[in-house]
């Protein structure tokens, strides 16, 4: 049974990986599972027929048989659980890398998302200067923490693992926002998870999302 | 083998069951297992003995033998899957609860933090009364999603669950903030939970925290 994915129509990042289908068509070339999916615009994401999806009104989800499923977090664990290669068999260090997919949505990449929203929303505001030191600021407090633990690991804990995919992904949305730079580890970090085939296959499949739309 | 907690030593929210431990009392309480709990000062959790614990230098934490856990979300998905109750045994139901766990913490609680660190950061700054409404917006947007999706129903998705446990746990630090006034639905949802013999026993145990606390 091939799973189904949705992604944007019209990628708000222009096909640079940055949103979270991403992390999931990542998942799935890790594990080699062929997926299909099926591109929604900004209006059909609060139409009820993916809002049944995706209560929310965002991307991605996962259909595969009677399975719906959202959230990249649980979509990922989901492929996960179900191939082998991105948890470890050990019960601990499964626990651990679990941790880590939940460190990464919840811990790291709000204070990303912040900035994010910021740059979006209020860069119109009068405030907007003076409190984009203040996101940031808290950004880097998550970042200095992940980079202290990170260390000169390859990965956070042992083999990669979900946690890492997690991780990356949700660190490759700093592209562009010049949060990485002092930190040569965590941007070694995101090379590593990069220079995989399966994140290349990944990052080719939602590019050519943007390119084909372009042309369109 | 009786697990160990880290909770706050002096909780922010003075004994009212905010902080992130009362997820994992809470589910600890559901399934029947005992726990001890550590303590651990501001000042302790920003210190290497923690920190090798959670890399972030947070409350709570999971100690059980051999393995040491952080992020609520993660502990509570490890308690859920070892003792039955909080994960439904149909496959695909246990994929959606663990859907709205993710949900929880990725989509719903971001936008009610951003409003306590308003509040706690930001309170004395010029744009603080202009901005707050902007930010009760966004939170609403996601309370809109999630009212819109519960309508009359008890839980989430059929049986109470592990998901269940986190979404209500993070609607519960809304308390105060006065964002559930204008969906009954959220507050019978939340309302329910705290109706839970097991929610009481954790929420009696946090508080008794705060209470010695105040007599010591």
Chains 1, 2 share one sequence.
Do not use: C
Not at 38 to 51: N, Q, T, Y
Not at 101 to 106: G, K
């Amino acid at each position: 049974m091939t799973p189904t994915i949705t992604a944007f129509r019209q990628s708000p990042d222009q096909g640079r990986g940055q949103a979270r289908d991403m992390r999931v068509r990542w998942a799935l070339e890790e594990v080699n599972q062929p997926y299909d999916v099926r591109l929604v615009s900004f209006r059909e994401m609060k139409e009820p027929p993916h809002l049944s999806i995706q209560p929310f009104g965002q991307i991605p989800t996962y259909e595969e048989g009677g399975l719906q499923l959202f959230e990249s977090g649980a979509i990922v664990l989901h492929i996960a659980e179900r191939h082998p290669g991105l948890l470890p068999r050990d019960l601990a260090a499964r626990a651990r890398a679990i941790a880590w997919m939940f460190a990464a949505v919840n811990t790291v990449e709000p204070t990303l998302v912040e900035i994010e929203a910021a740059r979006l929303l209020e860069q119109d505001k009068s405030w907007y200067a003076q409190r984009l030191p203040l996101l940031e600021e808290r950004a880097r407090r998550r970042l200095d923490s992940l980079a202290r633990r990170l260390g000169d690991s390859e990965w956070l804990d042992g083999s990669f693992s979900a946690g890492d995919l997690m991780m990356i992904g949700v660190l490759f949305r700093t592209r562009g926002l010049g949060l990485l730079e002092i930190y040569p580890n965590l941007r070694a970090y995101v090379s590593h998870g990069e220079n995989r085939p399966a994140f290349g296959r990944a990052f080719a499949a939602q590019r050519a999302v943007f390119m084909a739309n372009q042309q369109g």
